[in-house]
């Protein structure tokens, strides 16, 4: 995919500007705010770290997801008049009104974020983030970072999940936004789920947003309602060789119907019209983009009769469908059975195009029967996944804390901790010429390891120094 434009990356800006507000945040942590400020505490520096405790699906690792948005944040936060007066409402009627201007003049000018790089495989109980800065602020700043990271990370590692399932060859759609915890978990869904690994997504706004590839077929609803050829409008279509005389395609699919119909030894009465009616006028509308669902009444006895001879009518036009799309009952079974009718059709009807149609599988697919196509045979090409991708269904919150470290000292309190700690160790440890070594850092194998290698006794020291 081509990196963001200009416009993308604006809109993205404002975005969060619009989502995350200083208000999108708990209540105590203003309230911790004014206690700091109250006590002369909030420009006191302090530092925060951000991890979560335990890796997500029982898994082994985690993708750190999320950073650029709490950036973007960081560089909007600024409590708005409305914002103040609204906060104003909801506190204490004896909150000093001075808060209020502490408020009002607040930014992140004097906030430093260091974080491990984007996108990077992390592991539990290691700093994603570390926000360093005055007190009062970097205590307001919680609840929106650990909103921006916890669901980001998440579902950036469940993609990450499918992916690894599908294999690398598999190209895979994301298509939850229905399924989602309401717009903006969709469209945080798409973004992430893209970055985690997916190649596609159906949500229309997030490929205007973030410039992610959309892609999408058509909805049962659409071939149910139609139920005659009768509706089919208009009834003609231009060849793409340049000839104008507009061609009669429901004419010229019968005829193709017909004759598929012969080579499979298939029953025409089985036929459903209304099905043959919706995949000519989407054809009609879409001839370089034809990519029917064929699982609305029978796939064998009507689907992909329908597919083949409106496909096979695109291509004497010099139209190149797309493919198909399953989504219901055994897909492995059922792809082994579209793609030989596909090689069938190309061989008998020398029509090479149908060698490289699509089939794309859709059916509430989990990770595990993601992981089960590549152990059954299947000629499925594109997967599409929906519900068990967005909502994390294994797991629905990573977890994320936002701890407290210490607070910066002062180089005097530096100086008291400095002495204060060399009072704990033993002689032996502060001894200046070979000290003993600080046994609780180490393993008793490995300590003694270490003394024989100190004192030339070990066999294998030679090659561990050399090492």
């Known amino acids: 995919m081509a990196a963001p434009s200009s416009n993308t990356c604006g809109l993205t800006e404002r975005s969060i500007r619009e989502r995350v507000p200083p208000l999108l945040t708990d209540l105590y942590q203003v309230t911790m705010a004014y206690a700091y400020w109250r006590t002369g505490r909030h420009q006191e520096p302090a530092v925060f770290e951000l ?18 948005d709490c950036l973007l944040f960081l560089r909007s936060f600024h409590f708005t008049d409305e914002d103040v007066e609204f906060l104003r409402s909801v506190l204490p009627p004896a909150t000093d009104p001075a808060f209020f201007q502490f408020l009002r003049g607040l930014d992140c000018s004097g906030v430093t974020l260091r974080a491990i790089p984007e996108g990077t495989v992390v592991f539990a109980r290691v700093p994603l983030m570390e926000v360093a800065g005055p007190l009062a602020v970097v205590q307001l700043l919680e609840t929106s970072l650990l909103c921006l990271v916890n669901y980001a990370s998440l579902v950036c590692s469940n993609a990450a999940r499918f992916r690894l399932a599908a294999g690398p060859k598999r190209k895979l759609l994301e298509l939850g936004l229905r399924r989602a915890q309401g717009p903006d978990g969709g469209l ?33 609803s659409y071939v149910t309602s139609f139920t005659s050829l009768e509706e089919v409008l208009p009834k003609t279509l231009v060849a793409v060789n340049g000839d104008s005389t507009p061609v009669d395609i429901i004419l010229l699919t019968k005829g193709w119907l017909s004759r598929v119909c012969e080579l499979l030894g298939s029953q025409p009465g089985k036929i459903h019209e209304g099905e043959l009616a919706a995949f000519l006028s989407y054809a009609i509308a879409y001839p370089q983009n034809f990519l029917p669902v064929i699982d609305s009444f029978s796939v064998s006895c009507s689907g992909l009769l329908n597919f083949c001879a409106v496909a096979l009518a695109l291509c004497e036009l010099d139209y190149k469908p797309l493919g198909v799309r399953l989504d219901s009952g055994d897909l492995c079974r059922q792809s082994l059975e579209v793609r030989r009718v596909f090689r069938l059709c190309s061989k008998h009807f020398s029509v090479s195009a149908f060698d490289s149609l699509t089939i794309v599988g859709t059916n509430n697919i989990t990770e595990q029967s993601m992981a089960e196509l590549n152990e059954k045979e299947n000629e499925i090409d594109v997967v599409g996944v929906g519900t068990h991708l967005v909502t994390c269904t294994q797991q629905p919150s990573l977890g994320c804390v936002y701890k407290v470290t210490q607070p910066l000292c002062s180089a005097t309190e530096t100086r008291a901790k400095v002495q204060s700690s060399l009072q704990t160790l033993h002689p032996r440890h502060k001894r200046l010429q070979e000290p003993d070594s600080y046994t609780v850092a180490l393993s008793e194998k490995l300590h003694t390891l270490v003394t024989e290698i100190r004192e030339g006794s070990s066999n294998n020291s030679n090659f561990l120094l050399a090492n």
């Open 51 to 68: 991890f979560f405790r335990n890796n997500p699906f029982g898994g082994g690792f985690t993708l750190f997801a999320g950073m650029q």
């Open 188 to 220: 945080t869904a798409s973004r992430y789920t893209h970055i985690g690994g997916f190649d596609f997504t159906s949500n229309v706004q997030a490929g205007f947003q973030y410039g992610v590839p959309v892609a999408g077929t058509m909805a049962h």
